[in-house]
């Protein structure tokens, strides 16, 4: 066989994804705080793009519509340079389902005080010398995000070359800062110290014998094993039970109510409202900056040298791609929406427990879109409802089967363990059988095993765990 070099052409077809192509698909996937961001950053970078704003520099107000199906026909990509210089195109030209515009909502620009910042501020008047102020500000600065020290005394006091004997004093001060339990080397530490706060506060015995719980029993807590405290601790299961509710209302992680950052918000990408015997839909993208075309680039692209006309051109197309893929985004989203509505209406007319089971799938086929496009439009998104917000994908839910042969959602199935649970007699707590056997009696045909997964799903402890004597 002979090896040699050569070339040759060849025809072939496949699919490529292009710049533009990955472009919409990543606009799609993001959720509005997200594309407001990339939108600003585009402006920054695209000379062509600028924001439509009215005289004082605000959005222009939305003009109120009729709920509508139907979007503005957008042409084809071949022509879009005709029809980019006949007129202005922005990416608030449609305004979809909406009654009223949304109102725009602020997000809090304040910074939270730092867990560390403080407990500074409370040395600075617990602590007068300077050696002892020293030695304060590097424990705290060795406490983490939870409260806790992560540097022992002795460590401490080797890089900071002074006495353990000093280290330790310095800590119990701190140990005494708002809020209680901060400081400590452990668990049990940070439970006792908020204990000792509670000793003048409540019943003396119980708080004696919590502590006594805390010290000794930790594990046997956890493990539901009230027998073998009051065993040992010559004490009544009741009273181990009224010591364990003490200790469920300290804090295992004290610093925690603390953060450093901007606080989180969840901003809804869609609001449904009830209208009538309907609802309205509203995309909220009100707070992403709408974006046009500057007309002096138009004006280039007509009359420029090559060189100049080819950069316009490019920029321009970049300009027309994120318009169209930010129009493309609320026309699916929207209509993704809508078929959600039609397909779940019980939940939409009487609230999550009449959730139905739904799949990506129906949806999809119901607007005319592949299962994936579903899935990013619905990514990292919430719906406002008059039930609610609630994260999109919450919508589509695995079921079980009924004894009718209806489907049932798991969400309902997790709903009806909830309050069987919430209402049962805690001194008899339901075990998942007798919760199999009742949901059945209601034509909910699930395993004792199917029980189990669902209540461990919802972090409910089981009966042997949950009972209270």
Same mark, same amino acid.
């Given at each position: ?41 585009? =402006?920054?970078?695209?000379?062509? $793009?600028?924001?439509?704003? *009215?005289? !004082? #520099? ?5 003009? &109120? +519509? %009729? ?65 002892? =102020?020293?030695?304060?500000?590097? $424990?705290?600065?060795?406490? *983490?995000? !939870? #409260? ?5 005394? &002795? +460590? %401490? ?313």
């Amino acid at each position: 066989m002979q090896l040699d070099y050569g070339l040759k052409l060849e025809t072939t077809q496949k699919l490529i994804m292009t710049p533009q192509l990955r472009q919409a698909i990543a606009i799609l996937q993001l959720p509005a705080t997200e594309l407001a961001a990339l939108v600003e950053k585009e =402006l920054l970078e695209n000379p062509v $793009l600028e924001p439509t704003a *009215d005289g !004082n #520099g605000e959005e222009p107000a939305m003009e &109120a +519509e %009729a709920p509508v199906r139907e979007y503005d026909t957008q042409p084809e990509a071949d022509g879009w340079m005709e029809y980019l210089l006949s007129g202005k195109q922005t990416t608030g030209s449609t305004h979809s389902g909406a009654a009223e515009p949304a109102p725009r909502r602020e997000i809090a620009d304040t910074d939270a005080v730092s867990l560390q910042d403080y407990l500074e501020m409370q040395l600075h008047f617990a602590v007068f010398e300077a050696s002892h =102020l020293m030695i304060g500000k590097y $424990l705290i600065g060795c406490i *983490d995000d !939870n #409260g806790y020290l992560c540097d022992t005394t &002795a +460590e %401490a006091a080797l890089r900071l070359g002074v006495e353990e004997a000093a280290v330790i004093e310095v800590l119990q001060i701190i140990q005494t800062f708002d809020p209680l339990g901060v400081g400590a080397r452990s668990l049990q530490e940070c439970l006792l110290l908020q204990l000792e706060h509670k000793q003048s506060e409540g019943d003396s015995a119980k708080i004696d014998l919590a502590i006594a719980v805390i010290k000794d029993h930790l594990d046997q807590v956890a493990a539901g094993r009230y027998k073998q405290i009051a065993d040992k601790q010559h004490c009544s299961m009741h009273e181990v039970q009224q010591a364990v509710d003490i200790i469920r209302t300290l804090d295992p992680k004290p610093g925690q109510a603390f953060g450093g950052g901007q606080a989180a918000y969840i901003i809804p990408d869609v609001t449904v409202e009830r209208v009538n015997n309907g609802y309205s839909i509203h995309i909220n993208d009100n707070y992403v900056p709408q974006i046009s075309i500057n007309p002096y680039y138009r004006e280039i692209a007509r009359d420029a040298d090559s060189d100049a006309r080819k950069y316009v051109e490019g920029r321009i197309n970049a300009a027309v791609w994120l318009i169209k893929s930010i129009e493309q985004r609320r026309r699916t989203l929207y209509n993704v929406t809508e078929a959600i509505i039609g397909l779940q209406s019980e939940f939409f007319d009487a609230g999550p427990k009449c959730i139905r089971p739904l799949t990506m799938k129906k949806v999809a086929e119901q607007i005319g879109v592949h299962e994936s496009t579903v899935s990013r439009a619905t990514a990292n998104k919430y719906m406002a409802t008059p039930h609610g917000v609630f994260g999109m994908h919450s919508f589509f839910t695995s079921g079980v089967q009924g004894a009718d042969g209806e489907d049932v959602s798991a969400s309902r199935v997790k709903q009806e363990i909830k309050e069987l649970i919430a209402a049962e007699d805690q001194s008899q707590p339901l075990s998942d059988q007798a919760l199999c056997d009742t949901l059945n009696s209601k034509g909910i045909m699930l395993s004792r095993r199917t029980i189990a997964k669902y209540r461990e799903e919802l972090g409910i402890a089981a009966s042997s765990k949950r009972k209270r004597h």
